[in-house]
């Protein structure tokens, strides 16, 4: 497959590079899988590769979808190799969920059931997954884990489907759409959990994949940068008055900084780590910039799984004095 024309760089990580292309007047959305993890090639030998199987789903959603299919066009699909591929689609243009409001809510629970009628589901749902186009049409982003069958989604998929998605929003995000949400998609398919439910297990799936996501902050990422005395934030750096937290190897510098970023992702008043110094053999000093404070701090840090053994003066500056716990809503 030949890729021609201007390009912008969205996405860089150890497996995957994503881009978009202008080309002879359209816009196209190129990925390219080249994996550095040694047992990539290894895992890719077990079942179809990722780009190989958003190809085919793609494929076979539009099949069974017409106003998909004016939008797709046609996909291009190369692999390489076990491990090694590339895919593009056309571009689509639309919001994805960081940026839709509460009258989106119904449009995105009635666009859901509408796929899941359509047999397809997805194990690692987030709503930036999900676009909504202007005329209200909700479309995947993403294919590669998702799973397209000949009958409408089990009931057991839509749930876990529900969970995941709603577990993707930040906690005042999620208790602002999930009610209008889940109402529009009960009025075309069932669920066995009720609202209260689903959001219980949400706050639990969005506990454990924050604290994974925040682990990106200690390996090579775009906005991230290791260094052998410490981590640099690259890209995305959030502005405001600085701030500095110092310690010594009592404490682990880097999980400090680390959980500071899992807050971060959490949407909680916390500092938001920018660089992490090790100074020396025994003391480090973390900065960061201090966060608009928040009057709900403490019911903020109980929903993520933490309280304080501390006083706070509207954000947390020094993690080590969390204390995690179960979270509740």
């Known amino acids: 497959m030949a890729a021609t024309g201007e390009g912008k760089l969205l996405r860089l990580s150890a497996r995957r590079s994503v881009f978009m ?3 002879e ?23 179809r590769p990722p780009l190989a199987r958003e190809s085919r789903n793609w494929q076979l959603l539009s099949e069974r979808w017409p106003a998909l299919q004016e939008l797709l066009g046609y996909t291009i699909a190369e692999q390489l190799d076990s491990a090694r591929g590339c895919f593009a689609r056309q571009w ?3 919001r994805r969920g960081e940026a839709w409001q509460a009258v989106d809510a119904e449009a995105v629970g009635a666009g859901i059931a509408a796929l899941h009628q359509l047999g397809w589901t997805d194990a690692d749902l987030s709503p930036n997954d999900m676009l909504l186009t202007a005329s209200g049409l909700l ?4 294919l590669g884990h998702a799973h397209v069958g000949t009958a409408p989604s089990s009931a057991t998929d839509r749930s876990r489907d529900w969970v995941h998605f709603l577990g993707g929003f930040t ?16 009025k075309e398919l069932r669920l066995r959990e009720n609202n209260e439910e689903l959001l219980r297990l949400a706050l639990l799936w969005a506990g454990t994949i924050l604290h994974r996501q925040s682990r990106r902050c200690l390996r090579k990422t775009r906005d991230f940068q290791p260094q052998k005395n410490g981590i640099v934030r690259s890209e995305g ?18 999980e400090i900084f680390r959980l500071l ?17 090790i100074v020396g053999p025994e003391d480090w000093v973390i900065e960061g910039v201090i966060p608009e404070r928040s009057t709900t701090l403490q019911a903020d840090l109980l929903a993520a799984g933490y309280v304080s053994e501390e006083s706070l003066n509207g ?3 020094d993690p080590r004095f969390l204390k995690q716990v179960k979270p509740q809503n």
């Open 261 to 277: 970023y899992e807050l971060e992702l959490h949407d909680i008043a916390a500092m938001r780590p920018v660089r992490l110094e």
């Open 25 to 47: 007047g359209h816009n196209w959305i190129l990925k390219l899988d080249a994996p550095e993890r040694s047992f990539e090639a290894i895992r890719a030998c077990l079942r």
């Open 237 to 254: 750096v959030p502005q405001g008055e600085l701030l500095t937290l110092a310690g010594d190897v009592s404490s682990d510098p880097r």
């Open 21 to 23: 292309l202008a080309d």
């Open 92 to 94: 689509f243009d639309g």
């Open 315 to 317: 954000f947390v500056h």
């Open 139 to 142: 479309l995947p982003l993403d």
């Open 171 to 186: 906690l005042r995000r999620r208790l602002m759409f999930a009610k209008p949400m889940l109402e529009a998609y009960r």
